[in-house]
C-alpha cells in the first residue's frame, strides 16, 4: 500500500494505491543542440541555416507525422481506431484474459469485440494484431502537434497587447499563414527579432526537446506568424525588443508558447485529401479546402514590411504548404487573379508563385519591388532600425466563407465564451454545429479563449475531440464562427433527461474515449482546464468527444506559473482551489475523476457553490489530507486556514461494490480508479496513459462498444440551455444565466432582428416567453422585425 495519501485514514478504504509513475512523456526526436537557435548575423546566416535545418527538420517531420499518423488516420474514422472490420471496437482493451461472463449488450468481449456476431472476425483483427506485437495506434501515439496557444493569462495578455492589438484580429489556419507571400501577408509581418506574440524567448528555450522547440528555435518569422494570428502594429526590431524586455521583467507568471513546428501540423495537407488524415500523398498535403482565408475584418492595416520564409521551406519539400499558398495566392499583391474559388488549385498560379519564391530566396530580396522594406534588405542594413514602416490596407476577408452558407436551424446552447448553433450547410446538406464567438465583451480584439481554442481545434485531429471543419465570417464582418462536426448530446444534458446513471459498461465506453482524448493533448503537451460533463459531447454513434477549448493551454517542462482559477468549480482539482500556480496534465485528471463519479451516479461529485466550500465538500468525502498523505499540503498558499479534520474516505460509500438500495456500485477495481483520479497528491494522481491501462477496463462488465452504447432522442429540437435551466437547480448554472440574460440585452443577433428576437425569446423561461410573443404577435407594419425585437427586449429586462 502506497504509504502516500490516505495512510492516515481507514486501511480497508485504501487497498494498494501505489500510483504509476512510469508513465513519464515520450520526448521528441530532436535534441536541443539540433536546434539551437541561429543568434548572429541573422540575415547573412539565417537563411542558409535554415534551409540546411529545414530539409532536416522536414525528413523527421514527415517520417513522424507518416508514424503517428498512419494510427490516427485509421482511428479517425467512425470506428474505434485500430479496427479494421469497422465494426468500432476498438483495440484499447487488449490482451484479456477474462473469463466470457454475464454481459451486457453491446459490452466488449474479453477479446475486445463486443461480442456481436463478428466476434471472431474482431478477434482476428484485433487479437492478433497484438500477438503481432502490434501496439493500437493509440497507445503508441506520440506528442506532435503544438498548436498555438496564448500563453499567458488572458489579463495578462491583453495588458501586454493593448498598445498592439487592434480592434480587428485574423485567424488563420497555420498553412494559410504560410501561405502567404510576403505582400499578401496581412496578418503579422515579423522580423527575426520582433516577437508577436508575448513570448519571452529566452525562456523559450527551456522546453524540453521537442518539434515544438525545433521551430521555436529557428526562423522566428516563421514561428511568430504562427504564434500570433492577431495583427499588430510595428515598432521597430528595437523598440519593441526593448519593450519586450520590459515586459519581460513586469510579468511574474510568465508562461511560454512552444512554437509548432508547421511541417508536422496536418494543416500542411488538405482537409479533404488524405493529408488532412495527417497523411502526406506523394510528399504534398494539399490544403484545398483550407485555401480560404478566415478572417474577421475587412480591413486591417499592417506593415508592408513582409517576410515568410515559409515559402521557401514549404516549396522546397513540396509539402502542402505548396498547395496552400497557390491557393492562398488569391488577392495577393502580386495581381493573381482572385477566383474566389478557394477550394480550386491553380496549378500555373502555384508554378507562378513558386518561381517567385525561388527568386525571393535566391536573389535575398522581397519578390514584390513594391515592399521596400523586405525583411532581408532591413537585416542586411547595418543600421537594422528601419525607417516607419508603410501602411497598407489589405482586404481581409478574401476567401472566407460567409455564415450565409449555412442555414441556422437552432441554437443549441450558449456558454460563455460563445453562441451554438445547430446548422446546414446549404451546399452539401451536411449538419453542423457553428459556435459564434462572442465579441462583444471583446473591446480590444478578438477573444483570446475564442483564439485559443480555434488554434487547438484547428491544429488536432482526434477521434476523441470535436472537429473544427473551418471557421466563417458572418455578415457583420466582426462576427467569427467555427464550424464544428455536430454532435447531439452533451453529457451533461443527456444525464438531466436520462433516469438511470449509465451502466459500469456504458461509463467504461465513455471514460475510456474521455481518457484516450485527454491522453492525446497531454502527449501534446496541452491542459484542457475545463473538463467537465457539459464539454463532452456524444453523438448516436456511442462517440464522446471533448470540446470547449477556451481555456486549454499548452504547457511544458520545467512548468512555468499558470492562473489557478480554472476549471469549472466542481470539476477544479484542490491543488487549484488551495492556490498552486504551477500545476500539470494532473488537474485534468481530477477532473476526470469527477466525471467518472458523475456518470456512475448522474449527480455531481463535489457541487461546491465557494471556492471554501467545495474544498470542504471533497474533504468531507476523501478526508481532509495532511503532509503524509500529500507532502507539501501544509504550505500550499491556500492552507492558511485550519480546515476541519475529516479523518476518514467516505468514497466507497457513495459508490458501494454492492447495494439494494439502488446507489450505484463499482467494482473494486473501479473504486481503485476512481481513487487514483481522485488522489490529492497531483504528483501520485494517476495519468491518462496509465488509466488507459487500469485493470478496470479489462474486468467484466467490459466496456460496451460505442455501436451499442444507448441512443437517445435528439436534444436540438430544443434549447439545451433553457432546459437546464428549466431543470437543473444547478446555482452556478443558474448565476450562469442571469449573466446571459443580461448579455443578452446587448447582443447583437446572428441572422437578422428577428433571429435576435428569437434568440430572446428562447432564453426566456415560459411565462415570459409567451408574454413576449404575446407581445410581438400584435405587432404590425413594415417594421415588424424592429417592433418584434424592441417588444422582447422589453419584456426581456425585467428577468434580467
Ligand atoms: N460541436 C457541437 N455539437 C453540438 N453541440 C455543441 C457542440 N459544441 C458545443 N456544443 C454545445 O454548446 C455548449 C457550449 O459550448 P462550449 O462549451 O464550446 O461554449 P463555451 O462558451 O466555451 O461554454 P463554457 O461557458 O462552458 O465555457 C456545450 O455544452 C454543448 O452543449
Known amino acids: 500500500m502506497a504509504a502516500g495519501r490516505y495512510g492516515v485514514f481507514h486501511d480497508t478504504e485504501f487497498a494498494d494505491r501505489e500510483p504509476n509513475y512510469d508513465t513519464a512523456r515520450q520526448d521528441s526526436a530532436y535534441s536541443k543542440d ?10 547573412l546566416h539565417v537563411r542558409e541555416l535554415r534551409e540546411r535545418d529545414r530539409g532536416r527538420v522536414r525528413h523527421k517531420d514527415i517520417k513522424e507525422r507518416e508514424v503517428v499518423n498512419s494510427g490516427y488516420r485509421t ?3 467512425r470506428s474505434d481506431p485500430g479496427n479494421s472490420d469497422g465494426s468500432g471496437r476498438g483495440p484499447r482493451i487488449c490482451g484479456y484474459s477474462v473469463r466470457i461472463m454475464e454481459r451486457e449488450p453491446g459490452e466488449l468481449s474479453t477479446d475486445g469485440s463486443d461480442g456481436a456476431d463478428s466476434e471472431s472476425q474482431v478477434k ?8 503481432n506485437g502490434t501496439e493500437s495506434p493509440l497507445l503508441t501515439r506520440k506528442r506532435k502537434f503544438s498548436p498555438i496557444v496564448w500563453d499567458r493569462d488572458d489579463k495578462e495578455v491583453k495588458d501586454l497587447w493593448k498598445s498592439r492589438i487592434l480592434t480587428t484580429t485574423t485567424i488563420c489556419r497555420p498553412t494559410q499563414l504560410l501561405a502567404k507571400s510576403d505582400s499578401q501577408l496581412p496578418y503579422v509581418v515579423p522580423d527575426e527579432d520582433v516577437r508577436i506574440s508575448p513570448v519571452k524567448r529566452g525562456r523559450s528555450q527551456d522546453l524540453p526537446t521537442s518539434p515544438l522547440r525545433t521551430s521555436a528555435e529557428h526562423g522566428s518569422a516563421e514561428n511568430a506568424l504562427c504564434e500570433s494570428p492577431v495583427n499588430m502594429r510595428y515598432s521597430s526590431p528595437q523598440k519593441l525588443q526593448q519593450s519586450e524586455d520590459k515586459e519581460q521583467e513586469q510579468l511574474e507568471d510568465e508562461d511560454y508558447i512552444p512554437t509548432r513546428n508547421i511541417s508536422a501540423s496536418r494543416w500542411a495537407g488538405d482537409a479533404n485529401s488524405p493529408a488532412d488524415e495527417g497523411e502526406i500523398s506523394d510528399g504534398e498535403a494539399v490544403p484545398k479546402k483550407w485555401g480560404r482565408v478566415p478572417l474577421t475584418a475587412l480591413e486591417t492595416r499592417v506593415n508592408k514590411r513582409s517576410y515568410s520564409p515559409e515559402l521557401g521551406e514549404l516549396k ?7 498547395k496552400a499558398r497557390s491557393l492562398d495566392s488569391e488577392g495577393s499583391m502580386h495581381s493573381r487573379s482572385s477566383s ?10 502555384k508554378e507562378e508563385y513558386m518561381e517567385m519564391d525561388a527568386e525571393h530566396i535566391s536573389n535575398g530580396t522581397n519578390f514584390s519591388k513594391s515592399d521596400t522594406n523586405s525583411h532581408d534588405e532591413n537585416y542586411s542594413d547595418e543600421t537594422p532600425e528601419p525607417p516607419d514602416p508603410p501602411k497598407r490596407t489589405v482586404n481581409m476577408l478574401q476567401g472566407c466563407r460567409s455564415v450565409d452558407e449555412f442555414e441556422r436551424l437552432n441554437k443549441i446552447d450558449e456558454g460563455t465564451y460563445g453562441v451554438v448553433y445547430r446548422a446546414k450547410d446549404r451546399k452539401t446538406g451536411e449538419i453542423v454545429a457553428l459556435k459564434k464567438v462572442k465579441m462583444e465583451k471583446e473591446r480590444e ?3 483570446l479563449t475564442s483564439l485559443r481554442e480555434i488554434n487547438i481545434l484547428l491544429s488536432f485531429h482526434h477521434p476523441s475531440i470535436v472537429d473544427v471543419k473551418e471557421v466563417v465570417v458572418g455578415n457583420n464582418l466582426d462576427s467569427i464562427f467555427m464550424v464544428m462536426e455536430y454532435m447531439e448530446h452533451d453529457l451533461k444534458g443527456l444525464m438531466e433527461t436520462m433516469k438511470q446513471p449509465f451502466s459500469q459498461s456504458e461509463v467504461k465506453c465513455l471514460i475510456l474515449q474521455l481518457l484516450e482524448g485527454i491522453k492525446y493533448l497531454h502527449d501534446n503537451w496541452v491542459l484542457h482546464r475545463d473538463l467537465k460533463t457539459s464539454n463532452l459531447l456524444l453523438n448516436n454513434q456511442g462517440e464522446l468527444k471533448i470540446c470547449d477549448f477556451g481555456l486549454a493551454r499548452q504547457y511544458g517542462s520545467p512548468l512555468k506559473p499558470y492562473t489557478h482559477l480554472v476549471v469549472t468549480l466542481w470539476y477544479r482539482a484542490p491543488e487549484l482551489l488551495l492556490g498552486v500556480k504551477q500545476y500539470s496534465t494532473a488537474i485534468d485528471m481530477w477532473s476526470l475523476g469527477c466525471i467518472m463519479a458523475e456518470l456512475l451516479s448522474k449527480e455531481s461529485l463535489f457541487n461546491g457553490k465557494t471556492e471554501i ?23 500550499l498558499p491556500g492552507v492558511k486556514v485550519n480546515f476541519v479534520k475529516h479523518r476518514y474516505n467516505q468514497l466507497r460509500k457513495k459508490f458501494p461494490a454492492t447495494s439494494f438500495t439502488g446507489t450505484p456500485v463499482l467494482s473494486d477495481a473501479g473504486f481503485d480508479l476512481l481513487n487514483r483520479l481522485l488522489t490529492y497528491d497531483p504528483e501520485k494522481r494517476i495519468t491518462a496513459e496509465a488509466a488507459l491501462k487500469h485493470d478496470w477496463f479489462q474486468e467484466v462488465p467490459l466496456p460496451k462498444s460505442k455501436e451499442f452504447m444507448p441512443t437517445f432522442p435528439a436534444q436540438h429540437a430544443q434549447d439545451r440551455r433553457m432546459r437546464r435551466i428549466m431543470r437543473s437547480p444547478d446555482p452556478l448554472e443558474e448565476q450562469r444565466r442571469k449573466e446571459l440574460q443580461q448579455a443578452e440585452l446587448g447582443a447583437g443577433g446572428l441572422f437578422g432582428i428577428a433571429d435576435n428576437w428569437t434568440e430572446k425569446a428562447i432564453l426566456l423561461p415560459p411565462v415570459e416567453m409567451i408574454h413576449c410573443w404575446l407581445t410581438t404577435f400584435f405587432s404590425y407594419g413594415d417594421h415588424l422585425g424592429c ?7 422589453q419584456v426581456l429586462k425585467p428577468a434580467g
Open 34 to 43: 539540433e536546434y539551437d537557435p541561429v543568434r548572429t548575423d541573422r540575415w
Open 340 to 349: 474566389g474559388n478557394c477550394g480550386v488549385e491553380n496549378i500555373s498560379e
Open 445 to 447: 480584439g478578438f477573444p
Open 316 to 322: 522546397g519539400e513540396g509539402s502542402g504548404g505548396a
Open 75 to 77: 482511428s479517425s474514422s
Open 124 to 131: 482476428n483483427n484485433v487479437v492478433s494484431k497484438l500477438e
Open 787 to 793: 417592433i418584434l425585437a424592441l417588444s422582447s427586449a
Open 613 to 635: 466550500d467545495q474544498l470542504d465538500k471533497i474533504f468531507r468525502i476523501l478526508g481532509t489530507p495532511n503532509e503524509t498523505i500529500w507532502p507539501g499540503f501544509s504550505k
